[in-house]
């Protein structure tokens, strides 16, 4: 108690009141003092009183309990007048307090009021914190927080001691409020720690959860990869059994069509020595007859020389040629009449609607576009806009036409070798007219052949024409005299071949029979050319374009056969066609297209076939 007064006296720095305070206490441990040595004096003479006693005899045992009773009164009695010796110094010292301080008694109280106050504020901040603590612990239990327990410990200790300074306080003592203030800090500090770390484990946690929804993510890729690779492999065995199944039939089929050729080529043999010693049959169109003739010749004939092919494939050329012309000047009555120019314009409406209108179509739209086309070639009368047309009206409509109808259809192949789908609804039609209509599919062949020379395998020589008239029978445009630049010239070829390789591989309607130009003519083509010498930009071109739409048709068709094929082109005409020279993007898009196809040993349908399903519509 004195020491706790002297540190409030010391706290409160009142020099009078720290000068009483230290004489009070030296008083009154000079009175302890004082009453500790007559107790001890007087315990002396008693003890030596009862040794005094007890030495000389035992009847006087009696007067010593006497003695000893009356020992015991007079120590009871000195420590009564202890007791009120010492209220006594204490009133004194309370009233000598009361005479120096004055009025700072009751500043003394009001200090020990303020230390209360403050000590138990300081208390309740240190009990809101640990409120908080827990309340961060119960509701971050699942988070698995580190050193909680470690915290926990600091904070009840925390918490023991400010309830020891709130007791000191209110039991009269004083404490330092420097101390009582860094516990409360302590406190705070010990939240701020769990609060980080806390967030350190939702961060923690937050990571694990990511990484979790990763690893599950990721086994799901992997799950589903190994399920399209099993699917990879259960469809690879499927084509391996398909394709084994139709080597088989290939060869099969191989082996009929070599037996029929032949029988064909000897057929045809004495067939052309009966044409050479007899006329030529009373038909009224003589280039049509002629052309009959070459379409007869067998495919391929291993026994024939390279220079009697190049004769069958020249005198095919100009047989299709005398048909274009005899179809251009008989329908020259019909364009040059002035009087039929609406007329005309008409029948040409009645083509181009269903021709412009083509894109990826389906089945059923693509029937309806034939039986406008075979409606107006069979005679009847067609919707178009301004009224209904008809090629009865006049006798040169039908062979204008069908001149128009296979001209446009050819012209617009010229800039669609990447639009497939509008190529591939060009060639169904064209296969499913031809079919219908040999003469259209005549000019077609015709056509395809005046635009794109290198397709019915005939070297062009200059001879006695000029440059211009040989760069235009080469298939290049002249416009003011000026030859049209490569770059358009080898679209416009890519696009002419990409619709002959499209004619052979669609299929015909099936009610129409056998396709016209079948896939034959394209093996015919791809082993003629490499026989032939190849030219700078058109050979590469023409090669590439027309394997990446024939291609996958010949491998599935001829299997071995046609990869051996394929293996020579890139052993050794390949680099033939680089020797000659030219633009390298044809050279290396063919090189890339080969490499690739070798390597998977296969090659992919073209986008945009349509298959022979397509006129399989209700």
């Known amino acids: 108690m004195d020491d706790a007064i002297l540190t409030t006296a010391k706290e409160i720095g009142d020099l009078k009141w720290q000068e009483y305070l ?9 009175m302890d003092r004082i009453m500790r040595q007559k107790l001890q004096d007087l315990q002396k003479n008693c003890d030596d009183r009862r040794r005094r006693l007890l030495g000389n005899s035992e009847d006087e045992f009696q007067n010593t309990q006497e003695y000893l009773l009356h020992d015991m009164k007079t120590k009871q009695y000195m420590d009564r007048i202890m007791r009120q010796k010492l209220q006594d110094l204490q009133k004194n010292c309370d009233d000598r307090r009361r005479r120096l301080l004055g009025n700072s008694e009751d500043e003394f109280q009001n200090t020990q009021e303020s230390l ?33 327990a470690e915290l926990s410990e600091v904070m009840v200790k925390i918490k023991n001691k400010s309830l020891q300074f709130l007791e000191t306080v209110e039991s009269g003592g004083t404490v330092e409020l420097e101390k009582v203030h860094q516990c409360t800090g302590q406190a705070k500090k010990v939240l701020v720690l769990l609060v980080q770390q806390v967030e350190q484990a939702k961060i923690k946690a937050a990571e694990d959860e990511r990484r979790r929804k990763e690893d599950e993510q990721e086994l799901k890729r992997f799950e589903k990869k190994k399920q399209e690779e099993a699917r990879h492999i259960q469809r690879k065995e499927e084509e391996e059994a398909e394709l084994r199944k139709q080597k088989q039939q290939q060869e099969e089929e191989e082996e009929k069509r070599a037996k029929a050729m032949r029988e064909e080529a000897t057929t045809m043999k004495q067939s052309q020595e009966d044409a050479v010693q007899q006329p030529m049959s009373s ?26 092919m190049a004769d069958s494939n020249l005198e095919m050329y100009s047989a299709l040629q005398n048909l274009r012309k005899t179809f251009e000047e008989q329908s020259s009555t019909l364009v040059n009449d002035s009087k039929c120019s609406q007329y005309r314009f008409k029948l040409q409406k009645a083509v181009m609607a269903p021709l412009n209108t083509l894109g990826a179509v389906t089945g059923s739209q693509l029937q309806r576009k034939l039986n406008s086309l075979l409606a107006l070639l069979g005679g009847e009368s067609v919707e178009v806009v301004g009224g209904r047309v008809s090629i009865r009206e006049h006798p040169s409509a039908a062979t204008f036409t069908q001149y128009y109808l296979a001209k446009q259809l050819v012209g617009k192949s010229e800039s669609l070798a990447s639009q497939r789908d509008v190529l591939f609804g060009l060639a169904g039609l064209a296969v499913a007219i031809w079919c219908r209509n040999k003469d259209v599919g005549r000019l077609i062949l015709s056509f395809l052949y005046l635009n794109c020379p290198y397709l019915a395998l005939i070297r062009l020589t200059k001879g006695d024409k000029s440059e211009t008239e040989f760069f235009k029978s080469l298939g290049y445009i002249i416009e003011d005299g000026n030859v049209e630049h490569e770059s358009k010239f080898l679209d416009r070829m890519a696009g002419y071949v990409s619709l002959y390789a499209a004619i052979i591989i669609s299929s015909p309607p099936s009610s129409s029979g056998s396709h016209p130009h079948g896939l034959e003519h394209a093996w015919k083509w791809l082993s003629s050319v490499m026989n032939s010498e190849p030219l700078p930009g058109i050979t590469a071109t023409l090669i590439f374009n027309f394997l990446d739409i024939c291609g996958r048709r010949l491998m599935t068709t001829y299997g071995r056969q046609f990869w051996k094929l394929v293996e020579l082109l890139n052993a050794s005409f390949l680099p033939k066609i680089r020797t000659c020279g030219g633009d390298g993007g044809p050279i290396s898009r063919l090189e890339d297209f080969l490499s690739q196809s070798l390597k998977t040993r296969n090659i992919r349908e073209p986008h945009g076939f349509l298959g022979p399903n397509v006129w399989n519509v209700r």
Do not use: G
């Open 22 to 30: 230290l004489h009070d206490m030296k008083t009154k441990q000079y």
């Open 116 to 148: 209360l106050a403050a000590v138990s504020r300081e208390h309740d901040q240190i009990a809101s914190y640990i409120n908080k603590f827990t309340q961060i612990l119960s509701s971050f239990r699942h988070l698995n927080v580190p050193k909680t």
């Open 283 to 308: 038909s009224s169109n003589p280039a049509l007859n002629s052309v009959e003739m070459v379409e007869q010749v067998p495919v391929v004939s291993a026994s024939r020389s390279r220079r009697e």
